[in-house]
């Protein structure tokens, strides 16, 4: 099946095959290509260029872009999409003056949302999460990383890992699942965390491994939460098994995670809102990619991760949603994109790349998502009419796309 995308204003994001993430400088670079054209075999980009060169070939299907832009959808790498409920009444609570940290002691935050898990069958979290990932692909994200970590008892976590394997069956965007057991520790081990600990390391990790339900595993690295020695444990045993470290370090403060994180090699290192000098020294001469989580800290009015001091010290930076019933009840990547623009002071083009090939390679996929490359699978967002790519985060507001395609096929986008 060929399809042949013609007219597009400008294709964005265009990318030779070795490039699988941009850091420092390279960041404020979108590489683009105007007047162009765009083939599509089955669910792969075939080939793509100017119009002016367009090969004549006999495509099964024509679509016209009308002048429209075009660009790789979004790669979400961090979120919590399989929850049971919401958290509004906390939400509340906050603005009459509660914090974040008050309503988690007071039986609220993760627990709160582990307790209704907890109760929810393995279909009704299903049906709940189906709706979250179709909300999400109509806003043009094309691949997503979801964690477990609402679950905080051995059955609870199975059951969210098996429902994020499902929803990976059942959808075409593409999934990735992470091990977040160490979240919050349940109120019964309140008194012996480490007793949690030896739960997560002697119980759960092999029972993950071994049902092969996950490919990443994530600590809640944080005062009050799982501590430095706590998340090394953890992350030893991860290793054991194979599972590679993405990990919630520096939310609210700065103890060595990001230290620890790069010492068992993460992938990536996540939220980042508190950063010392010596955080963003460690991050250098390392393959872990920071991410960055602005409708988090918009939502809890929390400090914004240092984007410029991250990319400026030449290295490489995400943006992800961190969609979950608790401190961002949104999945919308178009917002996160006009949030670090508005926010974190990056250009578009730097947003664009965060939100695109280095989401991708935050989640493992930079070979087939987050550029418009050759053989990469052909999900992309066809814009509505708007007058230049800088128009997507400068509208935060309105909602600027026209067509979602993923893997060559239009998705509803209602
Ligand atoms: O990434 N920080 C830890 N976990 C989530 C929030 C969890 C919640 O409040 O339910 C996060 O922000
Ligand atoms: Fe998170």
Same mark, same amino acid.
């Given at each position: 099946?060929?399809?042949?995308?013609?007219?597009?204003?400008?294709?964005?994001?265009?990318?030779?095959?070795?490039?699988?993430k941009v850091s420092g400088k390279s960041m404020a670079v979108l590489p683009t290509i105007k007047n162009a054209y765009l083939i599509i #075999?089955?669910?792969? &980009?075939?080939?793509?260029g100017e119009i002016k060169n367009m090969p004549s070939l006999k495509a099964d299907k024509t679509m016209d872009a009308n002048n429209k832009?075009?660009?790789?959808?979004?790669?979400?790498?961090h979120t919590h999409i399989v929850y049971a409920g919401n958290r509004e009444g906390e939400f509340v609570d906050r603005i009459n003056?509660?914090?974040y940290e008050e309503i988690a002691n007071n039986g609220g935050g993760i627990i709160n949302s582990a307790k209704k898990l907890q109760e929810t069958s393995e279909d009704d979290l299903f049906?709940?999460?189906?709706?979250r990932i179709e909300e999400i692909m109509a806003l043009g994200t094309g691949a997503v990383e979801?964690?477990?970590?609402y679950g905080l008892t051995f059955e609870a976590e199975i059951k969210m890992l098996r429902v994020i #394997?499902?929803?990976? &069956?059942?959808?075409?965007?593409?999934?990735?699942?992470?091990?977040l057991g160490a979240h919050a520790f349940p109120a019964e081990f309140k008194d012996n965390k480490e007793a949690y600990i030896d739960l997560i390391c002697d119980k759960m990790i092999p029972a993950v491994a071994d049902e092969n339900l996950a490919e990443f595993i994530d600590v809640f690295c944080e005062t009050d939460y799982f501590t430095v020695a706590q998340t090394e444990r953890i992350l030893k045993t991860g290793k054991k098994y194979n599972l590679i470290p993405k990990i919630h370090v520096n939310q609210f403060t700065s103890i060595g995670g990001v230290q620890i994180g790069i010492k068992y090699k993460a992938l990536s290192l996540d939220h980042l809102e508190i950063m010392q000098p010596i955080d963003i020294e460690a991050l250098k001469n390392s393959n872990t990619m920071p991410v960055a989580l602005p409708s988090c800290s918009y939502f809890l009015s929390i400090p914004y991760t240092p984007a410029r001091e991250i990319i400026d010290q030449d290295l490489p930076l995400a943006l992800a949603t961190d969609f979950n019933p608790g401190s961002t009840p949104s999945g919308n990547m178009n917002f996160v994109v006009a949030t670090a623009c508005i926010k974190m002071k990056m250009t578009p083009e730097e947003a664009i790349n965060a939100a695109t090939i280095n989401g991708a390679y935050a989640m493992n996929l930079s070979t087939t998502h987050g550029s418009i490359t050759k053989g990469k699978k052909a999900n992309l967002i066809i814009t509505k009419e708007i007058p230049s790519y800088n128009y997507i985060p400068y509208a935060f507001g309105s909602n600027l796309i026209d067509i979602v395609m993923i893997n060559g096929k239009i998705i509803d986008t209602v």
């Open positions: 099946m060929i399809t042949l995308i013609t007219n597009i204003k400008e294709l964005l994001q265009v990318r030779e095959v070795h490039v699988n #075999k089955d669910d792969l &980009i075939f080939d793509f832009i075009v660009l790789p959808t979004w790669c979400d790498s003056g509660l914090t049906d709940q999460a189906s709706k979801i964690k477990s970590g #394997k499902k929803l990976a &069956i059942n959808y075409p965007i593409e999934i990735k699942s992470t091990f």
